[in-house]
């Protein structure tokens, strides 16, 4: 254990957190995002939330200042499921950023995934509750 850091982020995804350069893009995925398959850096914590992981990232993570930091997976056009993760994500990232929060077509996000440094796995029930974050630098 470490001081002032959250018992959420595990040494391997600290690490990642420190590896990850400029530029580079971390996924948290939904509970029923495919990340084992889009990308070989995977680290799952399983049992946690997108938000709460979100909120303990963003403690440590400097987001982009060039570019769109914040990307998330717009709904299929027809489905009508409700979205209210979206405005909790929404709070989590004001602190941070003046940007809004980018969304990018489903196989948009996927092939955005593929090329991510990293996709966390979380045990996110919320339909669409999949986000991407940009580092920035320090």
Not at 2 to 16: A, D, F, Q, R, V
Request: a negative charge.
């Amino acid at each position: 254990m470490l001081k002032g850091i959250s018992n959420i982020i595990s040494p391997e995804l600290l690490k990642i957190l420190a590896e990850m350069g400029h530029g580079d893009e971390i996924v948290i995925g939904d509970g029923n995002f495919p990340g084992h398959s889009m990308n070989e850096r995977c680290v799952r914590l399983d049992g946690h939330g997108v938000t709460e992981i979100l909120e303990a990232i963003l403690k440590l993570f400097p987001l982009d200042t060039y570019q769109k930091p914040v990307y998330i997976m717009e709904k299929v056009p027809g489905d009508e499921v409700e979205t209210p993760i979206w405005d909790k994500y929404k709070k989590i990232i004001k602190p941070y950023t003046n940007e809004e929060i980018e969304k990018i077509e489903r196989f948009a996000f996927y092939e955005r995934s593929k090329k991510a440094y990293a996709v966390v796995m979380t045990s996110e029930a919320a339909l669409y509750g999949c986000i991407i974050l940009k580092k920035g630098v320090i």
